[in-house]
């Protein structure tokens, strides 16, 4: 990447910069919106995609506001963080996604908390939730997280290890896979994350024609603030949206 290219990636846009200053209710009203219209030009219907509100570093005063103006799912990236949240906010009825980097002595908590994990990357991850889950008398929802970019630095099973990974993983018998999660590179690039999106999306058909029991392959998880639209074109069932809707975190 140029520096000119990072230089320009990361400079809020005017819009950014006006969203920041509305209200929780507003900022919301505006991407469920934005979701309607990009699924709906593009002949989706818009109830097959769901917004994840991303509230990590969100306080829980914050969320409240939220899941009071209609946020149904939230997503988190720190188990500790969102341990704490989960138990303020325990009366909302509400779905609780784990999207970060999971390390497996957290699964034990992982597995208590949170009702799809999109993060899983690794066989051995998966094998500790499996028996984590198992000790709880729960099957846990998971989505296989693909390093579809090949970045050193991003997290995520290998592209052309997903198929044979995803066959691991469907074996274990307190996991249900339910779909792929991706990262791309270009934040705010809608137009370069596109071939990042439609690369995972091809996945999903070739693991799909697989028939792997325990696999449904339904979700795909893809799609941020700045690049969600895109996503819903290329076909993401869950966009995990954060500062479009809670503003710039800090
Ligand atoms: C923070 C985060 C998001 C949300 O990013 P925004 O640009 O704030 O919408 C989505 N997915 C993951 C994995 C994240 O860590």
Same mark, same amino acid.
């Given at each position: 990447?140029?520096f000119?290219?990072?230089?320009i990636?990361?400079?809020p846009?005017?819009k950014?910069i ?12 505006? @991407? #469920?919106?934005r ?6 030009a593009?002949g ?8 994840i ?8 005063d914050?969320v409240?506001?939220a899941?009071q103006?209609?946020v149904t799912?939230l997503g988190?990236n720190?188990v ?7 138990e303020?906010?325990?009366k909302e009825?509400?779905s609780?996604?784990?999207i970060?980097h $999971?390390?497996s002595?957290k699964?034990?908590?992982?597995v208590?908390?949170f009702d799809?994990?999109h993060?899983v990357?690794s @066989?051995?991850?998966a094998k500790?939730?499996?028996k984590r889950?198992? #000790?709880v008398?729960k @099957?846990?929802n998971? $989505? @296989?997280?693909?390093?579809i &970019?090949?970045e050193?630095?991003?997290?995520g099973v290998?592209?052309? $290890? ?5 066959r ?7 996991l249900?896979v339910?779909g792929?999660?991706t990262?791309?590179?270009?934040f705010?690039?809608?137009e370069k ?15 799909l024609k697989?028939?792997i029991?325990n696999v449904?392959m339904?979700? $795909?998880?893809?799609?941020? &603030? ?8 290329e076909g993401?069932?869950l966009?995990r949206v954060?500062t479009a ?6």
């Amino acid at each position: 990447m140029h520096f000119l290219e990072i230089y320009i990636t990361t400079q809020p846009n005017p819009k950014d910069i006006e969203t920041m200053t509305q209200s929780i209710p507003t900022r919301l009203e505006k @991407v #469920n919106e934005r979701i309607r219209a990009a699924a709906l030009a593009c002949g989706r219907d818009p109830e097959t995609v769901k917004l994840i509100a991303v509230s990590k570093t969100v306080p829980a005063d914050r969320v409240l506001a939220a899941i009071q103006a209609g946020v149904t799912d939230l997503g988190e990236n720190y188990v500790q963080e969102a341990a704490e949240k989960i138990e303020t906010l325990s009366k909302e009825t509400v779905s609780w996604h784990f999207i970060g980097h $999971l390390q497996s002595n957290k699964a034990k908590y992982a597995v208590k908390l949170f009702d799809l994990i999109h993060s899983v990357d690794s @066989v051995k991850l998966a094998k500790e939730l499996d028996k984590r889950s198992g #000790n709880v008398g729960k @099957v846990q929802n998971i $989505l @296989v997280q693909v390093n579809i &970019s090949g970045e050193k630095t991003k997290s995520g099973v290998e592209t052309d $290890l997903a198929i044979e990974i995803v066959r691991e993983i469907a074996s274990l018998n307190n996991l249900s896979v339910c779909g792929l999660m991706t990262m791309p590179p270009y934040f705010n690039a809608p137009e370069k994350v596109r071939p990042y999106f439609r690369a995972l999306k091809a996945l999903q058909e070739i693991i799909l024609k697989k028939c792997i029991p325990n696999v449904s392959m339904a979700e $795909l998880s893809m799609g941020m &603030s700045g690049d969600f639209e895109t996503a819903i074109q290329e076909g993401a069932t869950l966009v995990r949206v954060g500062t479009a809707i809670f503003g710039q975190r800090a």
